[in-house]
């Protein structure tokens, strides 16, 4: 049983904050740094159960606020897969984060143990990491002190990008077995990307190099020991915004979010035209590319962009190696609606569209072949299937140039972070296909382009009253507004638009898209305007 003894007496030391985060989101907890002690003690808990219910299998935890202010911080969980904590046990998080008082914790844990059905005798092993925020170090101990509650074997991954922590939960778990992903160390990590990326970029013509935006965040000096393993003479890249240990500095003015949101180059940052540039968000889990053409002209290459790239350089390469998979592509509603007209209609690979949130779109991935998966703001990776990785690895190419194909494939198996968008990964995954191309920017960026649109933030009462179907393209309630934004997007050429409430703001989005910048805009401001 529980040891509430020690439970009790753990939880005293770090009592609920009146407004600690309520709910385990699509983010996990989420809140300012100063509320979110108690949060994290019981997520350390919560991860110690997890674990202990899946007969000691690692879980990870991860404390990070990815691309949210500095000050603020968060907690998200790491199922033995590497992938998201399964949502059946987010209410479980919930449920503890939310109790008054320590007895009512330890109330909730036993009821948690008896609804959940875990086996206490069980073992159980977290591992643990951070973001480059000045409040981990405390917050962390909180998770610590969570774990030692409950007996937990613990595993200290300190200073780490969030798809760095998710890669050592899977290689934990499958260490020793035919599935065994890599090394459990952060070592382990560089080593075989370091090594995938030589197979791929040996005896090739190496291209100008690439500047990075590494948000002062943990990506920074990540990125920088990942290009000492490899090499600059292999990787040419610079990084910029690299500070890390600077206070007040952690996303401010730069990193993938804000450039993807206010579409321009980080702040003070004078692009040369026609280089390439790649801004990484917080935490390292998401990515985007962009440059200035000769007029100065800024150019997003985005998730979207990214989903295209990868798609058509992997399909030509399963062609040429002579593997008879299939590749697919899952989108959100936010995709822009020149993409998937480019994935289906010009490279005609099959697009699914699912809500937001990247265990929905890693899900989705998972039932193809081949699944690419991106979300537009640059958080996405590639999964293959086990079938497809046993037809990779057993495959006899029938020519010389299939043999080739074979062994890129082989080698971008290994590139590519399986367990969830990773912006050093993705990195290579883009470099290699510039690369084996010999693509400028703006070559790349010629595959479609973007239809104009606008995203808006609407306040409202309540956005529990915004519910949706068809993967967020429809809302059902409010009864009669999906009506009212059907006729506004009929008055508009190319029109197309959504409204969804926010799983991580207080507030409901509007995406809008149009054949005119000016005409997006006003659709968006119409949709906006019959929301309120
Ligand atoms: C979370 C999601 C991200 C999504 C965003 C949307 C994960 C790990 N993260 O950050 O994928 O794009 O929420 O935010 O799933 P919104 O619901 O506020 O628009
Ligand atoms: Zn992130």
């Given at each position: 049983s529980v040891n509430e003894q020690a439970v009790r007496a753990a939880s005293a030391a770090h009592p609920r904050h009146?407004?600690?985060?309520a709910t385990y989101g699509t983010a996990g907890f989420r809140a300012?740094?100063?509320?979110?002690d108690s949060t994290m003690f019981r997520v350390g808990l919560l991860a110690a159960l997890r674990s202990k219910k899946l007969a000691g299998q690692t879980i990870g935890v991860m404390v990070t606020a990815s691309?949210?202010?500095?000050q603020d911080n968060g907690v998200k969980l790491v199922d033995p897969?590497?992938?998201?904590?399964?949502?059946?046990?987010e209410a479980y998080a919930t449920q503890l984060a939310n109790a008054p008082s320590d007895e009512a914790l330890v109330a909730t844990l036993k009821q948690v143990v008896q609804v959940a059905e875990v086996d206490l005798s069980q073992p159980a092993k977290v591992v643990y990491g951070h973001d480059?925020?000045?409040?981990?170090r405390t917050l962390v101990r909180a998770v610590v002190d969570g774990l030692t509650a409950l007996d937990a074997e613990q595993v200290n991954a300190g200073l780490v990008t969030t798809p760095q922590l998710h890669y050592l939960v899977r290689c934990y778990n499958t260490a020793?077995?035919?599935?065994?992903?890599?090394?459990?160390s952060v070592e382990g990590y560089y080593q075989k990307l370091a090594t995938a990326w030589t197979t791929l970029a040996t005896g090739r013509h190496l291209l100008p190099a690439l500047t990075v935006d590494?948000?002062?965040?943990?990506g920074a000096p990540k990125l920088k020991e990942f290009l000492k393993v490899v090499g600059q003479d292999l990787l040419p890249v610079i990084t910029v915004r690299?500070?890390?240990?600077?206070?007040?500095?952690?996303?401010m003015n730069c990193g993938a979010d804000f450039v993807k949101t206010?579409?321009?180059?980080?702040?003070n940052v004078e692009l040369v035209p026609w280089q390439r540039y790649a801004s990484f968000d917080g935490d390292a889990d998401r990515i985007v590319f962009y440059y200035a053409d000769g007029t100065g002209t800024f150019h997003l290459l985005d998730g979207d962009k990214i989903a295209g790239l990868a798609a058509g350089f992997i399909m030509d390469l399963v062609k040429d190696s002579g593997l008879g998979v299939k590749v697919g592509v899952v989108q959100t509603a936010y995709a822009n609606g020149a993409s998937t007209k480019y994935l289906t209609e010009v490279l005609g690979v099959p697009v699914q569209c699912v809500p937001t949130g990247v265990k929905h779109l890693h899900h989705a991935a998972e039932s193809f072949d081949i699944g690419v998966y991106f979300e537009a703001n640059g958080h996405g990776t590639v999964l293959f299937s086990p079938s497809t990785l046993a037809a990779i690895n057993t495959h006899t190419p029938a020519s010389p140039s299939a043999a080739a194909a074979l062994a890129n494939l082989r080698a971008l198996v290994d590139l590519i972070n399986q367990t969830v968008g990773d912006a050093i990964s993705d990195m290579l995954l883009v470099e290699v296909v510039l690369l084996h191309r010999q693509w400028t920017p703006a070559q790349w960026d010629a595959a479609y382009t973007d239809y104009p649109n606008r995203l808006v933030k609407v306040l409202v009462q309540?956005?529990?009253?915004f519910t949706t179907s068809d993967a967020e393209r429809k809302?059902?309630?409010?009864?009669?507004l999906q009506d009212k934004i059907d006729e506004a997007v009929k008055e508009v050429v190319g029109g197309r638009s959504f409204v969804r409430p926010s799983g991580t703001e207080d507030c409901v989005r509007v995406y809008a898209e149009a054949a005119t910048r000016s005409t997006a805009d006003e659709l968006a401001n119409k949709v906006a305007g019959i929301v309120h």
């Open positions: 009146p407004n600690s985060p300012h740094s100063d509320t979110l691309h949210n202010p500095e897969h590497g992938e998201m904590l399964h949502s059946s046990w480059s925020r000045p409040s981990c020793g077995t035919p599935q065994a992903y890599g090394e459990p590494c948000a002062n965040g943990v690299d500070n890390h240990t600077l206070a007040g500095n952690l996303n206010q579409q321009c180059p980080p702040r309540d956005r529990h009253a809302v059902d309630t409010p009864a009669g």
